[in-house]
């Protein structure tokens, strides 16, 4: 499932916010890693006109390497355990 933004705010530069201190016990370079990660691949899904599907399947393998960095970094950290 892919989020469906208007076309004018998805192609405008968005600076990358500050980590919320909610999310101060990951890592920066994940959460931006994977944020970039889903921009790219939501862009290249909608972009019918010219897709490239091997961009395309690097975009989805690029953002399934981040997903799993980042919840590898998670489990590191003791938070896949269960009360």
Known sequence: ?????????VDQPYPMPEVPPTCSCLGNALLKRLARAKVRLDRME????????SELAA?????????????????????????
């Open 46 to 53: 909608r972009d019918n006109a010219s897709r490239d599907l």
């Open 1 to 9: 499932m892919t989020s469906r933004l208007p076309d004018e705010l």
């Open 59 to 83: 975009a989805r393998v690029e953002f399934s390497l981040a997903s799993r960095a980042l919840a590898d970094d998670l489990i590191t950290q003791g938070l896949d355990e269960r009360p």
